[in-house]
């Protein structure tokens, strides 16, 4: 199948989101509507899991879609195609599925060259109605319902598998308070929270369900009472923003001889002992069964959501500060439950199996890069600045730039996550130089500036340079003795150069052994002086060594305290 790019109108032209949209992608996937599929993006790009029931075949895209490299998770299987997910955390990368009475995990720490096998978890039954995943900091978070034979109902359980370790921990049967029961699991992480949300019933499919959606909180490692969200729905999904737990849930509507559901929202506090009683309408018709909600939040805590009307578009809305945009039509496709959503930094990647032409679609909704962090100064070996900063999490990032901010701006344009400024010689007696990082997209989006870092130094030869002893060319190479001498802690050294030179300036300790290098590069002709500062030096005779080209001079100095 050839690539093909398609830009699909707006319903909501006036939409202000909507301009960040991107064309949509067709990735050259051949599917079926049995097919299902998942999402995660990071730094690496895109990872889309596909499973068709017998076959798990996982697929690594760049943001525009490029595909980088296909593996086959495993074959030969006998399973519902609802019953395989993707997730991460960092470097990072997890598939869990369900085969039997087994359910099967592996992970990468490679961008999906290699897969690991991980503890399998084996099930009593092997009847199960959903498996879900979440990853953070704490590892990855998994979430399963297990049909139980002797009391004809679902039970939902929760494993958690650190990162660096290959057997499940935490483990918990969450509906394990009398009468308490559910399958549909949903599972999501805040700061010290683990949330897992089930729906009871007694049916494979959420449509033939209809009982009470609960929450349960484990709060650092105590698992709290579960919470009632509403006492009449068929499936449930939570999310968590920095402040709000958030729950989407079908509720079921009794029409003129027919029903539908109706899919709804509410939040509370984390620490919230109820849920609201009642809740927002997100649309009045849609079918749990075939167009399952997805939902993702980005750096910038914005909640987005997608998921399938009863006119078979596709539909995009986030809430961001207790608000929801517009909604926007992305296709008009019937995606059959396939819609997902991933967040990355502050993007929004977006994949639906179009039942039309039975291939996968990429769309991008994409926002300037968030600013770097962690950007921390010091001198390197030879006592330039080094900056060093974390790797954005954006698959569209293409570079940084590092601005000098004082002492002749500049900036300068880095592809990984370091930089050494060569023009600057560090030194405690020099001026304070300031430095910040922006991170860059291929669409040419600059983020907001990260935090300022500075260090003391001098800016090249052009703060080391004497003009008013440079009014005529020296005629020969000469080292002169430092003044003041004896010093503390500030001396200052003089040299003369005849022509352009290769230069190197350092200071010995008096056995002859390295202490600290001056200053190391190419000089013009010319007068110089360069300042030595031996503050965190102890006290005694010091050596200075001047090389330029085939002249080498040596002189003492000494240091009192």
């Known amino acids: 199948m050839s690539t093909k790019i398609f830009i699909f109108a707006l319903i909501f032209p006036f939409f202000l989101f909507s301009q960040t949209w991107k064309a949509t992608i067709d990735l050259d996937v051949e599917v079926s509507t049995s097919h299902r599929l998942d999402l995660y993006t990071n730094k690496d790009g895109n990872h889309v899991l596909t499973f068709n029931g017998n076959t798990l075949v996982y697929r690594l895209f760049s943001y525009n879609g490029n595909l980088i490299r296909s593996n086959t998770i495993a074959t030969g299987l006998n399973e519902d195609a609802r019953f395989a997910k993707i997730s991460g955390y960092g470097g990072y990368i997890y598939i869990s599925y369900k085969n039997g009475n087994k359910i099967y995990t592996k992970r990468s720490n490679n961008a999906g060259q290699t897969w690991s096998n991980m503890q399998n ?32 109902r679902y039970d939902t359980y929760y494993r958690r598998l650190p990162h660096k370790q290959n057997y499940w921990i935490d483990s918990k049967k969450v509906t394990d308070n009398a009468d308490d029961q559910g399958g549909f699991p949903s599972v999501t992480t805040s700061s010290n929270r683990v949330h897992v949300a089930y729906t009871q019933g007694t049916s494979s499919l959420p449509s033939y369900n209809r009982g009470i959606t609960e929450t349960r909180d484990k709060y650092n490692s105590t698992w709290q009472n579960p919470i009632q969200g509403f006492d009449d729905a068929m499936c449930s999904k939570v999310i968590a923003t920095s402040s709000k737990l958030h729950l989407f849930y079908y509720d079921f509507v009794q029409g003129w001889g027919q029903w539908y559901a109706s899919l709804y929202y509410k939040n509370k506090d984390f620490g919230a002992s109820t849920w609201p009683s009642t809740g927002t309408q997100i649309y009045y018709y849609s079918d749990p069964d075939d167009h399952m909600i997805d939902a993702a939040v980005t750096e910038n805590d914005i909640l987005h959501i997608l998921y399938d009307n009863d006119n078979n578009d596709l539909v995009y809305r986030n809430w961001n500060n207790g608000v929801w945009s517009s909604p926007v039509s992305l296709s008009h496709a019937d995606a059959w439950y396939s819609q997902q959503i991933a967040a990355n930094g502050n993007d929004i990647y977006v994949i639906w199996n179009d039942s039309d032409d039975e291939t996968i679609y990429l769309k991008q909704c994409d926002y300037p890069p968030i600013a770097p962090r962690n950007v921390s100064i010091s001198p390197n070996e030879n006592d330039h600045p080094l900056l060093q900063w974390d790797a954005n999490p954006e698959a569209d990032l293409r570079r940084y730039r590092v601005y000098r901010l004082n002492h002749d701006p500049d900036n300068f344009i880095v592809y990984g996550t370091s930089f050494v400024d060569e023009d600057v010689e560090v030194s405690q007696s020099g001026t304070d130089i300031e430095y910040c990082v922006k991170a860059e997209d291929w669409y040419g989006n600059l983020s907001d500036a990260s935090d300022q870092v500075g260090i003391h130094g001098y800016l090249g030869k052009r703060m080391v340079q004497n003009p008013s002893d440079n009014q005529t060319t020296p005629k020969e190479y000469k080292l002169y003795q430092n003044y003041p001498n004896p010093f503390n802690p500030i001396t200052k050294i003089r040299l003369d150069l005849p022509k352009e030179s290769f230069v190197s300036l350092v200071v010995l300790n008096i056995n002859g052994q390295f202490v600290k290098r001056i200053f190391k590069g190419f000089l013009d002709a010319g007068k110089y002086q360069f300042p030595f500062d031996g503050s965190s030096l102890p006290s005694g005779i010091y050596i200075y060594r001047l090389k330029a080209k085939n002249y080498v001079s040596i002189k003492k100095m000494i240091l009192t305290k």
Request: proline residues 0%; hydrophobic residues 25%.
């Open 121 to 152: 978890i084996t099930m009593s039954y092997s009847q199960s109605n959903g498996i879900d995943l979440w990853s953070d900091g704490n590892g990855l978070h998994l979430t399963y319902s297990e049909y139980n034979n002797q009391l004809d």
